[in-house]
């Protein structure tokens, strides 16, 4: 079954670092990019960045550079985020989705996304 | 940064009616690189349309996408049950990628 599982809730205080991971079955780890997404409650969405699992090329929005880091582990088929310097505003929840590839642009739609992660922050 | 502008914010409608839901850009989004997605609660985001007016796999044909440059439109011809849901645009030509504030289809 083509799909991406991610990792359970995560509680944080402010100022820590929290790590989503999301892994890929059913189709070609390497073949397709995968974005990450997040949404404050009851806001809209907001693109993070994207990773190349293949090689691990990276680009982040403006609003995250600095803070954010995409990882891919090909062994596992898993790409990760991690955020740091946590606040109170990185509530939400947070998706990754899959992207182009290799025939089309870095910047794609996602047609394969998975049900989130929720991230809290609160002292 | 592209900013999408969804409206109407929320659309009240009954089973069997024509949803209509509008998406406008700040500037030209080039190729018609707008996609349209649908989300539920508890459900993963679910790709409707791409290139601003194709099909994505699986999706019914009362879906349909128009528009180019900076108008956009999402049309449901007759609306389902299950259909009732936020809708969210994006746009992929540039970096930042973006997205719309959505629309809230209701029963009425």
């Known amino acids: 079954q083509v799909q991406l599982v991610q990792s359970g809730a995560e509680m944080k205080k402010p100022g820590a670092s929290v790590k989503v991971s999301c892994k890929a079955s059913g189709y070609t780890f390497t073949t397709y990019y995968v974005h990450w997404v997040r949404q404050a409650p009851g806001q809209g969405l907001e693109w993070m960045g994207i990773i190349n699992p293949n090689g691990g090329r990276t680009s982040y929005a403006k609003n995250f550079q600095g803070r954010v880091t995409l990882t891919s582990d090909a062994s596992t088929t898993t790409v990760y985020m991690e955020l740091s310097s946590l606040g109170s505003e990185d509530t939400a929840m947070y998706y990754c989705a899959r992207g182009g590839g290799q025939n089309s642009g870095w910047y794609w739609y996602s047609d394969l996304w998975g049900r989130g992660t929720l991230v809290t922050v609160s002292s | 940064d592209i900013v999408l502008t969804q409206s109407p914010g929320t659309l009240s409608l009954s089973p069997g009616e024509r949803a209509t839901l509008s998406c406008r850009a700040s500037?030209?989004?080039?190729?018609?690189?707008l996609a349209w997605y649908q989300q539920k609660p508890g459900q993963a985001l679910r790709l409707l349309i791409f290139?601003?007016?194709s099909r994505a796999s699986g999706i019914p044909d009362r879906f349909s996408g128009s528009g180019s440059g900076t108008d956009f439109t999402l049309t449901i011809s007759r609306l389902e049950p299950e259909d009732f849901a936020v809708y969210y645009c994006q746009q992929y030509d540039n970096s930042p990628l973006t997205f719309g504030g959505g629309t809230k289809v209701e029963i009425k």
């Open positions: 500037q030209t989004i080039g190729n018609s690189y």
């Open positions: 290139g601003a007016s």
